[in-house]
Nanobody, 124 residues
């Protein structure tokens, strides 16, 4: 079992920045790929970014490329998401997830463990 707890969400103005963290417990995450997804009200869960167990390669959704950066600190069992140049369209609940096996990084069905999510709201 892996427990994931996201933090760092909040209310931010258009163009601002936030850094999300995802603390894992129950199992070391150093051997596993991880990702961030988001879900806005009335919309499907959307892929944001993912990172391999070693830290490279990384993958990004088209809407966040150049603005968001995923990273991990395996020694701290923690995943991060640095979000810059935020837009109102980035407003959503953000979830971190662990992918234990193979499968496509971009599909939420490939991930086995999920956090409870953290709300990010960007206002103009």
């Amino acid at each position: 079992q892996v427990q994931l707890v996201e933090s760092g969400g909040g209310l931010v103005q258009d163009g601002g920045s936030l850094r999300l963290s995802c603390a894992a417990s129950g199992r070391a995450i150093s051997n596993y790929d991880m990702g961030w997804f988001r879900q806005a009200p009335g919309k499907e869960r959307q892929f944001v970014t993912a990172i391999s167990w070693s830290g490279s390669p990384t993958y990004y959704g088209d809407s966040v490329k150049g603005r968001f950066t995923i990273s991990r600190d395996n020694a701290k069992n923690t995943l991060y998401l640095q979000m810059n140049s935020l837009k109102p369209g980035d407003t959503a609940v953000y979830y971190c997830a662990v992918k234990l096996y193979g499968g496509n990084y971009y599909y939420h069905n490939a991930y086995q463990y999920w956090g409870q999510g953290t709300q990010v709201t960007v206002f103009s």
